[in-house]
């Protein structure tokens, strides 16, 4: 019985072989550049299997077989062809412009952070006179083309001394407040963590502000942070709100035990560890406050109102599950 040979079948050179092996087998091949691989490999192998056979094999429609086994004879690539559409908008200067900046300490352009994101790149551009306004999401397209993350950090990247690295010249203090109106922070430093610290914080930059936005309600979210002083605080505000003669009024309210992450300022606490302390490298304390409060400062510039993404209906969906004594399935019974 004489086999059918594909229209279609192909003759591979030892090399391109391997080469299509490799493609096949490495992880980090694209998958639409692996599947075409295997389909040229399995061709070259089994000639005789017809292209109706080598779809079925591959999970693919015969008219895609038939196109990639053209393609490969015509140009011997598992690439697509170029697209017909617009011509490009920015220039390869533009974009190796960026890819360099991307690969360059944002401290040396005078930005407070210690990485790149692509946000901050694209603001960047935009105060640039010499570059063409570019959207975080073109960006991020060129720099993931690129290989280029200057958003992730590891420890390897950022080899120090070994004197330096173990020599602690101690810690500073942040007191930090956020505007949930507006989303702007206020912050303060101090050398020690005590109640008092945290009173003169609320005194000279809350109160402060507060006062000079005219604003009348101070309503202050706490967790049960020992600075915040339980006992003092509610009479230190108590104090302030006679002494202001009803044109102030400060309102505490707590957060339960153990539940400090309901508090927003928990969230821009993160941005701030994130973008600016990891890595933590800095000569003196002196340097470590001037580099938070240029943070804040460049943080404020663009400041939102912070957005739950957790709604009230799926905490009270929480809360009613754990207070009726089990967990409830997707199926509704009770665990």
Same mark, same amino acid.
């Given at each position: ?118 946000? /901050? $790149? ?8 010499? *570059? ?5 999401? @073109?960006?991020?397209? #060129? !720099?993931t083309a690129e290989r280029v993350r200057p958003w992730r950090y590891h420890s390897w990247q950022h080899i120090q001394k070994p004197e330096e690295f173990l020599h602690r010249r101690g810690a500073v203090n942040l007191m930090a407040a956020l505007s949930v109106a507006d989303g702007l922070v206020y912050g ?50 108590? /104090? $302030? ?8 009024? *400060? ?5 339960? @035990?153990?539940?400090? #992450? !309901? ?73």
């Amino acid at each position: 019985m004489h086999s059918h040979h594909s229209q279609h079948s192909l003759q591979l050179a030892s090399e391109e072989l391997h080469q299509l092996k490799l493609l096949v087998q490495a992880h980090r091949t694209p998958q639409a550049i692996a599947r075409r691989a295997q389909l040229i490999e399995l061709s070259h192998i089994h000639p005789d299997w017809s292209t109706k056979q080598i779809a079925r094999i591959l999970n693919r429609h015969e008219s895609w077989v038939r196109k990639w086994r053209r393609r490969w004879n015509e140009t011997h690539s598992l690439k697509d062809a170029p697209r017909s559409g617009a011509p490009r908008r920015f220039s390869s200067e533009v974009r190796a412009q960026v890819t360099a900046l991307a690969c360059s300490l944002p401290r040396s352009h005078g930005i407070p952070l210690s990485r790149w994101s692509r946000v /901050e $790149l694209a603001r960047h551009t935009a105060q640039t006179p010499s *570059m063409p306004t570019l959207s975080a999401s @073109t960006i991020g397209r #060129w !720099l993931t083309a690129e290989r280029v993350r200057p958003w992730r950090y590891h420890s390897w990247q950022h080899i120090q001394k070994p004197e330096e690295f173990l020599h602690r010249r101690g810690a500073v203090n942040l007191m930090a407040a956020l505007s949930v109106a507006d989303g702007l922070v206020y912050g303060q430093c101090s050398m020690r963590k005590r109640f008092v610290d945290f009173r003169t914080f609320l005194e000279t930059i809350v109160v402060a502000e507060a006062k000079q936005r005219g604003i009348q309600t101070i309503a202050l979210i706490l967790d049960n942070g020992t600075t915040h002083a339980s006992k003092q605080l509610p009479q230190w505000a108590k /104090e $302030l709100n006679a002494r202001s003669d009803g044109k102030l009024t *400060m309102q505490l309210y707590w957060l339960p @035990t153990n539940a400090s #992450w !309901l508090d927003q300022i928990e969230i821009w606490f993160s941005l701030l560890q994130r973008d600016l302390l990891q890595p933590n490298h800095f000569t003196s304390l002196d340097e470590l406050e001037q580099a938070i409060l240029a943070f804040i400062a460049h943080y404020n510039q663009t400041a939102k109102p912070l957005k739950w993404s957790y709604t009230v209906e799926q905490l009270e969906h929480k809360l009613a599950t754990r207070l009726s004594g089990g967990a409830k399935p997707k199926d509704g019974r009770v665990a």
